[in-house]
């Protein structure tokens, strides 16, 4: 569902993504890991269109994120790190745009809008302006916001920051289930316990390039001596001094 | 270092980075902007220089029993009038930069959190605000001083006097910005937003009934004697205004007259530092109130079922334009700063409307009619272009950081652009088209020339809302929040440049379609009128297709290609 095919991104001459070959299949709950700076960010954006590859292409759904962007876009969901929303909007206005950009069917609107707010507990919330909601509860309306056109694949950028564990749960737990209904997820966090939880796969990335991909077993696997997933990925980020 | 030093510090630094930042720029558009500043810094020269030497040679006029040169009563109020003038944009400026200095940038959160005394931060937001505002007084004043200067025959010490007595010309109404912004934010989160609103209207009907008779009495008549005009000017020149003290001290300095320098260059220092004083008072008094009230305000839930007649008003629209007018409408109404604006850009409108028939009525007659026919066009026009530099230009850029929001629907980016020169182009004619049309109507213009102005007035919205959303496009701050500063960068300064040259050259087509038999008697042209009138129109609409078609072009590919 998802497909990176020496996919390259530079900026002047820093190299953010080297040479990245991913295939995620249908379904498939991908945590994306790496430090600060390691191209996590870049390769979302490139995934979404946001970002031009230098070299290589991006695949969602077959579709090239750059030759097809508006087919590619169909199928994608996007959860950015900060939830940058026009806070002149309430939240049900916001969604309402959304469905506008998408295009889709007037007399579905309302019921999915009060849908997906009800998925991530937003719907005493709705009426209100989006400058007064707190950093979290904006959080949840990019998820309810991804959702309403019932997208194919997610990619979600550190989702966690400024949720309260309930919503992290409520949140978790949504993206599990619907991974079981076919979505596919592409997950990048900081937050490593999480990814344990969740993914089917793990991709660990550093200074632009994969260094390891495969299960939580096959991750953990890869430690020099048994240990957590923190320990592998410590392991393997470590800098040279 | 103490605290106040520490920020002015920061800011320094702050300041040197931004101007750094220019390099990054391209040399074209940088070139653009300067040569565009100059001119229009020439032109309001020579309108000054004009307008002094026209006073200059007035000569010697009876006042009573005395003989006076009339150019030596006028030229002091001419001064003032204008240093007035500043003043009163200054105080309006700077309390809405004030606004925003205060409440809404981030780095007030982290001086809030440091033990740093509010006065010293208010001393530091003050030299903020004065700094940003004088820029634009002293690009809009010095051609005036300059021009009084050389038809004075002033010494040279004129200029680093009036230099010397600008500073706290500035400081008194950016304290007095300040002030009203801190008052304001402190008052106005308690009031409900109805109330207010009555409150506002009352006030304004109230001053509107109060000042009307003066306001009649001071109007232009057709034969106004010396007298009349030293009465009417006086009134700009009262001793107790700081704007007299700065036209004082620049008057004295052309005599050279050092006691009357020195007196009004120390009122003015007085009365800025007693004025930077009280602001530091009404700070420790009113900022952390202001700051927590604005921060408790309780978050107002609307009905989800208000507003639902503009998406049935748009229903024909394709549904992302549907939505994306909604939105940019939603955040226009919902933006203080926004609408505020636009209500004192409207009222401003209102009064040259009411104030059309005041004219002396010699206007009406038929001599005038071809110059009052041009000027209705060129006042809707400079209106035009007012409303797309200020309002539309930034829309592009006001997308964001949300921006993403956008690409990543399954729209193409230029849709964004074509619906916002849509809205754009809908909304400046019926502003600007309104305008022409009611002015026309009132000046009784015959209706050749009314069809020919609205014709014009529709060219011109097009294309100045094609510049506006084309430039904007380009040349987008996606890390601006406010406006007023996205519209002041080099991108806005450009657009406005550019929306002047196309005024004038839609201007000058209109006339020389209008008056072809003046024009072609004058440069000798042998062309039939109907042949001429049609060359002119084709001028116009070949340049409004330019101008149309060449920024929404750049504007597409740029933002087509920019990454996020």
Not at chain 1, 124 to 152: E, N, V, W, Y
Not at chain 2, 11 to 31: D, F, P, W, Y
Request: with cysteine.
């Amino acid at each position: 569902m998802i497909r990176t095919e020496a996919l390259c991104k530079r900026f002047g001459e820093k190299v953010a993504v080297a040479e990245l070959d991913l295939a995620i299949p249908e379904g498939e709950f991908f945590c994306f890991l790496g430090p600060n700076g390691a191209g996590k960010t870049t390769t979302i954006k490139v995934l979404t269109g946001l970002l031009r590859p230098t070299s290589g292409r991006a695949l969602v759904g077959g579709h090239d994120v750059m030759r097809e962007p508006e087919a590619a876009k169909r199928l994608l969901g996007y959860v950015p790190d900060m939830p940058f929303l026009y806070d002149r909007l309430t939240g049900r206005e916001l969604l309402r745009l959304v469905a506008g950009l998408y295009d889709l069917s007037a007399s579905t609107v309302p019921a999915r809008i009060d849908a997906v707010l009800a998925d991530f507990e937003m719907t005493g919330l709705a009426d209100q302006l989006i400058g007064d909601l707190s950093h979290g509860m904006r959080q949840k309306l990019s998820f309810a916001a991804t959702f309403i056109h019932d997208p194919r694949v997610v990619v979600v950028d550190e989702p966690w920051v400024g949720l309260d564990p309930r919503s992290i749960h409520r949140v978790k737990t949504t993206l599990k289930e619907r991974t079981r209904q076919g979505l596919t997820v592409f997950m990048s966090t900081h937050t490593l316990s999480i990814a344990e939880e969740v993914a089917d796969r793990i991709g660990i990335i550093h200074q632009g390039k994969l260094l390891a991909l495969g299960s939580v077993t096959e991750i953990k696997g890869l430690a020099t001596r048994p240990g957590s997933l923190e320990d592998v990925f410590l392991e393997l980020t470590r800098e040279e001094e | 270092m103490s605290a106040l030093g520490s920020i002015f510090a920061a800011q320094a630094r702050q300041l040197g980075h931004s101007i750094a930042s220019v390099r990054k720029e391209s040399t074209l558009k940088v070139a653009v902007v300067s040569l565009g500043m100059v001119f229009l810094w020439l032109i309001l020269f020579g309108i000054a220089w004009g307008m002094f030497r026209l006073v200059d040679r007035f000569g010697v006029e009876m006042l009573g029993d005395a003989a006076i040169a009339i150019s030596e009563v006028l030229m002091p109020r001419m001064l003032a009038i204008a240093a007035l003038v500043l003043q009163a944009m200054l105080v309006l400026s700077c309390g809405l930069l004030a606004s925003q200095s205060f409440f809404r940038s981030t780095e007030m959160r982290l001086l809030l959190g440091t033990p740093a005394p509010l006065r010293a931060i208010a001393a530091a937001k003050l030299s903020e605000v004065a700094f940003f505002g004088a820029w634009s007084a002293a690009y809009l004043g010095s051609p005036v001083l300059l021009a009084y200067g050389l038809v004075r025959h002033a010494p040279w010490t004129l200029y680093p006097l009036a230099l010397l007595a600008f500073i706290p010309f500035v400081v008194i109404p950016a304290a007095l910005g300040c002030m009203l912004a801190l008052v304001a934010a402190r008052l106005l989160p308690r009031l409900p937003r109805a109330g207010l609103l009555v409150a506002l209207a009352l006030v304004a009907v109230v001053a509107v009934l109060a000042l009307r008779p003066r306001l009649a009495e001071a109007r232009f008549r057709d034969s106004m004697d010396l007298a009349g005009l030293v009465q009417l000017t006086g009134r700009a020149h009262s001793p107790y205004l700081p704007s007299t003290w700065f036209a004082e001290a620049v008057v004295a300095a052309g005599r050279r007259d050092t006691r009357e320098v020195g007196f009004h260059l120390t009122m003015l220092a007085a009365n800025a530092a007693f004025a930077a004083w009280v602001l530091g008072g009404v700070a420790q008094a009113t900022l952390l109130g202001a700051w927590s009230a604005l921060a408790s305000t309780v978050p107002t839930r609307r009905s989800a079922r208000r507003g639902e007649w503009l998406p049935r008003l748009l229903a024909p629209l394709p549904a992302p334009w549907r939505w994306l007018t909604i939105k940019d409408a939603l955040q226009f109404a919902r933006d203080p700063a926004q609408w505020s604006q636009a209500a004192i850009f409207f009222g401003v409108l209102a009064l040259y409307v009411a104030n059309m028939r005041t004219g002396p009525r010699a206007f009406s007659a038929i001599m005038w009619q071809g110059w009052i026919t041009l000027l209705n066009t060129l006042a809707s026009l400079l209106v035009a272009a007012t409303l797309t530099t200020r309002f539309v230009f930034p829309l592009i850029s006001l997308e964001g950081r949300r921006f993403w929001l956008l690409s990543l629907a399954p729209v193409r980016r230029r849709t964004i652009i074509w619906q916002k020169l849509a809205l754009s182009t809908v909304v400046t004619f019926v502003v600007t088209g309104g305008l022409a049309l009611l002015s026309g109507l009132r000046l009784h213009l015959p209706p050749l020339s009314l069809a020919v102005a609205l014709l014009t007035v529709l060219a011109a919205s097009l294309a100045l809302s094609a510049l506006a959303v084309g430039l904007g496009a380009l040349y987008p701050n996606f890390r601006e929040e406010n406006p007023g500063r996205i519209v002041s960068g080099l991108g806005g300064t450009l657009c406005f440049i550019l929306s002047m040259l196309y005024v004038a050259l839609a201007a000058t087509a209109q006339t020389f379609a209008l008056r072809w038999a003046e024009v072609a008697r004058h440069w000798g042209v042998g062309w039939s009128t109907t042949r001429g009138v049609l060359a002119c129109l084709a001028a116009l609409v070949v340049l409004t297709a330019l101008t149309t078609w060449l920024p929404l072009r750049a504007g597409i590919r740029h933002l087509d290609r920019v990454e996020l």
